[in-house]
């Protein structure tokens, strides 16, 4: 039997609900069609129907009827050969929204969104908008949302506060949850700050501290000097060291080369190279090295995987310093190298403007699969040897 069951009409009252519809009902709505009263979806028997099989027809009466206490029933009259003239349910109406919250078990749910709209409109009415159109989000937040308020309230107050998260002094609420609460934060804070206290150039989660003011964790730069005869530190210990972003900046190394690797084990296994020194690099981005205006005078060496994601990080660096060159990144060492070959779970594929011919065409058979399916060769697998004959090269 297809007909309409109270299942079904809750089920339709459930879909309002997922929708925000019901939740947003509470909100005034000037000039718009008016959520309640609501006419149900009703699929009943037709003509035939009520003539052969009546006795489920007047089942399926009596069960829309037994649990009609959320919804109203408007009937029509139909007449039956033997039985006479009988009442059929014609139409569905949800009148209110407290009977549509009711029939689904949702009053309490919206209750404390209701309470969750009041303090906001107390507190901070520029979000009422925002809930407005994210009910269901506004109400998983709702143990979480007077900390969000403070917080926003706050930096009201303290625009580009020039601190760390770990120094704002709030009851109750700590960094961890300020860093964990970000991206939903940025949507609150854009709708609430003035235009002057958000720095709209800086976007994405990462740049969240940069964006509203706060100081953020320095960008910091690791080398290793492989010239013995100059040390940076006067010890006669490893030159392993790191720097800020705004220290490295400011040095003028007497150093012509400088190695960039991805891999800890070559940073820290790189051999002696007169006048040289060699960064561990971190994949994608480069801003902590961006600053350093003195290595556009020195000549750079990038040494990453041979692999598609390898060839886009070294197109990456050379958007910064174009004159970089690849080391240990050509079709010779991959060549030479069969046994380690591995493979890339995620290959990189768009274009790549800045390779030289040779290592454009390395990248598009890397990318088209024509040495072999996702193919790859991790530079930690490159023999010692290798990089011993292409530094001697150099």
């Known amino acids: 039997m297809s007909w309409t069951t109270p299942t079904d009409l809750r089920a339709q009252v459930q879909k309002l609900w997922d ?5 947003t009902a509470t909100f005034p709505r000037p000039g718009g069609k008016p959520v309640f009263p609501r006419r149900l979806t ?5 003509s035939r129907q009520l003539s052969e099989r009546f006795p489920e027809v007047r089942e399926w009466i009596n069960q829309l009827s037994v649990a009609s206490g959320s919804y109203r029933i408007e009937w029509r009259s139909v007449n039956h050969r033997v ?3 009988n009442a059929v349910p014609a139409e569905i109406w949800i009148d209110t929204l ?4 009711g029939l689904i078990g949702k009053r309490r749910a919206a209750e404390q969104f209701a309470t969750l709209v009041t303090l906001t409109a107390e507190k901070q009415p520029e979000l009422l908008s925002w809930l407005a159109k994210r009910p269901l989000r506004g109400l998983q937040l709702a143990a979480d949302w007077p900390r969000l308020l403070a917080i926003i309230a706050w930096l009201h107050r303290h625009p580009q506060p020039g ?7 709030l009851p109750g609420v700590h960094s961890k949850f300020i860093e964990g609460q970000r991206g939903l934060l940025v949507e609150l ?8 206290s958000v720095d709209t150039s800086q976007a994405g989660v990462s740049r969240f501290c940069r964006r ?3 100081l953020d964790k320095p960008l910091r730069v690791r080398l290793r000097i492989l010239d013995q005869n100059f040390r940076l530190l006067q010890t006669t210990s490893d030159q392993d060291i790191s720097l800020t972003q705004q220290a490295f900046a400011q040095l003028n190394l007497p150093i012509s080369k400088v190695f960039i690797t991805e891999n800890e084990i070559n940073f820290l296994a790189f051999p002696q190279v007169p006048e040289a020194l060699v960064i561990f690099g971190a994949g994608y981005g480069f801003e902590n090295l961006a600053t350093a ?8 060496y990038y040494w990453g995987d041979i692999d598609t994601h390898g060839f886009a990080i070294l197109n990456q660096l050379r958007g910064i310093f174009p004159k970089t060159t690849s080391f240990l990144m050509d079709r010779r060492t991959l060549l030479s190298h069969r046994d380690f070959w591995g493979d890339e779970a995620q290959p990189e594929t768009r274009e790549l403007a800045r390779l030289n011919c040779e290592e454009a065409t390395l990248y598009a058979d890397l990318r088209q699969n024509r040495l072999g399916e996702r193919l790859r060769l991790e530079q930690e697998k490159i023999g010692f040897a290798w990089v011993v004959e292409a530094l001697a090269a150099i």
Not at 42 to 46: A, M, S
Not at 294 to 300: A, F, M, N, P, S
């Open 189 to 196: 804070l854009d709708l609430v700050l003035p235009a002057e």
């Open 19 to 23: 929708r925000g519809l019901l939740l």
């Open 98 to 101: 407290e009977d549509a919250l």
């Open 42 to 46: 009703l699929k009943g028997p037709d």
């Open 212 to 214: 509203y003011g706060f």
């Open 163 to 169: 601190i760390y998260l770990r120094q704002i002094d």
């Open 83 to 85: 039985l006479g003239s």
């Open 293 to 300: 205006n003195w290595l556009k005078d020195r000549e750079i």
